[in-house]
């Protein structure tokens, strides 16, 4: 592993397959950090369980687990150079939310967005989505996190969790837990086939990794104006060619043309992008395949990721222990 001054965490939690939304607002950014930091990756399975369609059935979830491992490994994350681990491989880290719960107020907690979109839905208050941002606190000072790259969505829990830290050092004067800060990604958020942000909730998001039937699903359901044939269409405002920004680079002026000219139709454009997508991903999915056909390996990487990630969380329980007196 890559060891530098700086240390780099990140979570994802396993609700369901990855969308292209994860890849850019998550992955992209991840996968180049970390190069040059100590890095830290692990799959959400305990913030996960927070929500009611995951505790629907147990069977599904642990497919999205496994699934999740092997998309990782396959995007990027490198087992060279991070530590990638289960949340609930190590229980240590919610040990230290226990400790950590008495450094925030349950009114600072009430004004989480996930809480409060639950209250006004008028769903089922459960204390664990409430104390979701604490746990989130947890994984991150566990490991003294410096940079913490995700979406911007994920704002609001790195503030909290700069909070809760600034309250332990202040409260017992030291400087113990390390201020993260944050690492949002510069592209804005991926837009969704229906022109909402990309997101599972919304189910509006083209997969990753489930075959070019589910891409080609997904975007011919792009929404899309109803221009007639051979009518110009405006680049600027079309949900596809905002895909095509990202995937059709090489042709992306040639597509442009072609919208403003009227020379080319939705479904056109859209079977483009399918192509775009498939290949963009193509080599991802090559080293998915080799993942998938050596559980041994992944195993390893996970015993590994998981051994050398509970070591440092170890250590800095053991200080906040001594800390707070319980040592
Ligand atoms: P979803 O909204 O589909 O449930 P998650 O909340 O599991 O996605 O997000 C996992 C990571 O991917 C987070 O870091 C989040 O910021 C990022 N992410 C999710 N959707 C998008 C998007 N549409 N654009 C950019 N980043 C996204
Ligand atoms: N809340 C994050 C999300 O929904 C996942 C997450 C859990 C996380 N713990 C984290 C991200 C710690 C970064 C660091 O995307």
Same mark, same amino acid.
């Given at each position: 592993?890559?060891t ?16 292209? #939304? ?48 092997l ?34 107020t ?15 839905s008028?769903?089922?208050l ?36 700069r ?14 837990l390390?201020?993260p800060? #944050? ?37 011919? #359901? ?12 405006d ?33 056109e ?5 399918v192509?775009?997508?498939?290949s ?5 999915e ?17 015993e ?24």
């Amino acid at each position: 592993m890559t060891t530098t001054t700086k240390t780099l965490v990140t979570g994802i939690q396993p609700t369901g397959r990855l969308h292209i #939304g994860n890849y850019f607002g998550a992955f992209h950014q991840f996968v180049e950090l970390q190069n040059t930091h100590e890095s830290y990756f692990f799959i959400a399975d305990l913030h996960a369980i927070t929500s009611s369609e995951i505790q629907k059935d147990s069977q599904k979830f642990n497919e999205f687990i496994n699934n999740i491992v092997l998309d990782s490994l396959a995007l990027g994350v490198n087992p060279d150079k991070t530590c990638i681990y289960n949340q609930s491989e190590i229980p240590e880290i919610s040990e230290i939310m226990w400790i950590l719960s008495n450094f925030i107020t349950v009114p600072t907690l009430s004004l989480g967005h996930a809480y409060k979109a639950a209250k006004s839905s008028k769903k089922e208050l459960m204390f664990g989505l409430f104390a979701y941002p604490l746990l989130m606190a947890s994984d991150i000072l566990s490991v003294s996190a410096d940079v913490v790259p995700v979406g911007k969505d994920q704002k609001q829990h790195l503030e909290l969790t700069r909070e809760i830290a600034r309250k332990f050092n202040s409260n017992y004067k030291c400087d113990l837990l390390k201020i993260p800060g #944050g690492h949002f990604c510069d592209m804005e958020e991926v837009v969704g086939t229906d022109g909402r942000k990309m997101s599972k909730s919304y189910k509006n998001t083209i997969p990753l990794f489930s075959g070019k039937e589910n891409i080609k699903k997904s975007v011919m #359901g792009i929404i899309t104006d109803s221009k007639k044939e051979g009518e110009p269409l405006d680049p600027s405002t079309c949900t596809v060619f905002k895909y095509h920004t990202i995937f059709s680079k090489g042709a992306l002026s040639d597509i442009e043309g072609r919208y403003k000219s009227g020379k080319i139709n939705y479904k056109e454009s859209k079977e483009i992008l399918v192509d775009s997508i498939i290949s963009y991903f193509a080599p991802f999915e090559e080293k998915r395949k080799e993942y998938e056909n050596n559980s041994q390996l992944v195993s390893e990487i996970l015993e590994k990721g998981t051994a050398q990630a509970r070591g440092k969380i170890v250590e800095i329980l053991n200080q906040i222990k001594k800390t707070v007196g319980i040592l």
